[in-house]
């Protein structure tokens, strides 16, 4: 079974502060995924990686960064939060093979900035 | 680009059949997906549609017609662990590993 980890179910911050999300995916998959979800505007691209070190800007990318030092690992960075930041936050992994791009999804965090 | 339109809410009763549509538009996409996702839990895969016709997997059928722009998830004798929100989404032209995601259909099953 896929599983995709994500660090934290539930977090708090305040405005301003610098926030790391962590996403750990034990399947040795090449794609890396980091969207946002909001009620009325569905799921929306963040940033994703197609490899170690790699990144790429998604559909929403200002106010964030992201870093992938290792494969396993893909981290989402808020170099200062904002309550507009407030949201729920989802990591997902797909394989580069096979004849599907199924992409599997973690836990979610649920973020809110006061 | 590419936009996917969903129905936002229905509800239908437990044992019936729902059909939830998904239309869209866009210039061209590698497949078409499914994801189940109930209240405060992450998106499961449902189903993928690469050709055009009709894929069953027990209680769930999805389908796909590229010429009319349009798919459909069919759920068969439906369970109150149904309830979710259901969303459709296709594989991003540009890239194979892409994908865009509709904003969801929110389906209430009633006993």
């Known amino acids: 079974d896929v599983k995709v980890t994500q660090s934290s179910r539930y977090l708090v911050k305040r405005t301003g502060e610098k926030v790391f999300l962590e996403c750990v995916q034990d399947?040795?998959?090449?794609?890396m995924f980091w969207y946002r979800q909001d009620p009325g505007l569905g799921l929306r691209l963040i940033y994703f990686s197609y490899d170690v070190k790699m990144k790429e800007k998604g559909d929403i990318p200002e106010g964030y960064s992201v870093s992938r030092e290792k494969k396993e690992r893909f981290s989402l960075i808020l170099e200062s939060a904002s309550t507009n930041q407030t949201s729920m936050y989802l990591c997902?992994?797909?394989?580069?093979?096979?004849?599907?791009?199924?992409?599997?999804f973690g836990p979610g965090t649920r973020l809110t900035v006061l | 680009g590419q936009n996917i339109d969903q129905p936002t809410e229905m509800t239908a009763t437990e044992g019936a059949i729902v059909q939830i549509n998904c239309t869209y538009q866009t210039s061209g996409f590698n497949g078409l997906f499914w994801y189940q996702q109930h209240a405060g839990e992450a998106p499961t895969f449902l189903s993928y549609n690469v050709l055009d016709g009709l894929e069953e997997k027990g209680r769930f059928s999805s389908f796909l017609s590229r010429s009319k722009g349009y798919s459909y998830l069919l759920l068969k004798e439906l369970q109150m662990k149904d309830s979710a929100s259901y969303l459709c989404?296709?594989?991003?032209?540009?890239?194979?590993?892409?994908?865009?995601f509709g904003s969801g259909t929110r389906l209430s099953i009633r006993p």
């Open positions: 989404a296709l594989t991003g032209y540009s890239s194979a590993s892409k994908i865009i």
């Open positions: 399947m040795d998959h090449e794609n």
């Open positions: 997902a992994s797909s394989s580069e093979e096979g004849s599907t791009d199924t992409q599997y």
